[in-house]
């Protein structure tokens, strides 16, 4: 089994910037990947960006490539996820992610493991 843990959410205006934390425990592998999802009201949940731990590979949503960015944290298991020039449509819960295979980051049924998810609200 693997835990994740968010943490980084908040009230923030359009324009402005949050860094979202992700921690990883339990079982260790030597491949996987992690990533970050998230989900609106009265939406699906959506993929936003993923990393495969190995080779620190990225794979953004276009709706925020050029503003969000996905890195690995020195500590082992732990990903960020920076988001810049935050606009209301990206407020969310949003939910780290887990799974074995970078392939699986994008699909919602896919991957094994999920944090319980931090909200992101950005007002106008």
């Known amino acids: 089994q693997v835990q994740l843990v968010e943490s980084g959410g908040g009230l923030v205006q359009a324009g402005g910037s949050l860094r979202l934390s992700c921690a990883a425990s339990g079982r260790t592998f030597n491949e996987y990947a992690m990533g970050w999802f998230r989900q609106a009201p009265g939406k699906e949940r959506e993929f936003v960006a993923a990393i495969n731990w190995s080779d620190g590979t990225t794979d953004y949503a276009d709706s925020v490539k050029g503003r969000f960015t996905i890195s690995r944290g020195d500590a082992k298991n732990t990903v960020y996820l920076q988001m810049n020039s935050l606009k209301p449509e990206d407020t969310a819960v949003y939910s780290c992610?887990?799974?074995?295979?970078?392939?699986?980051?994008?699909?919602?049924?896919?991957?094994?493991?999920w944090g319980k998810g931090t909200l992101v609200t950005v007002s106008a």
């Open positions: 992610a887990f799974d074995l295979f970078m392939s699986s980051m994008k699909s919602t049924s896919a991957v094994d493991y």
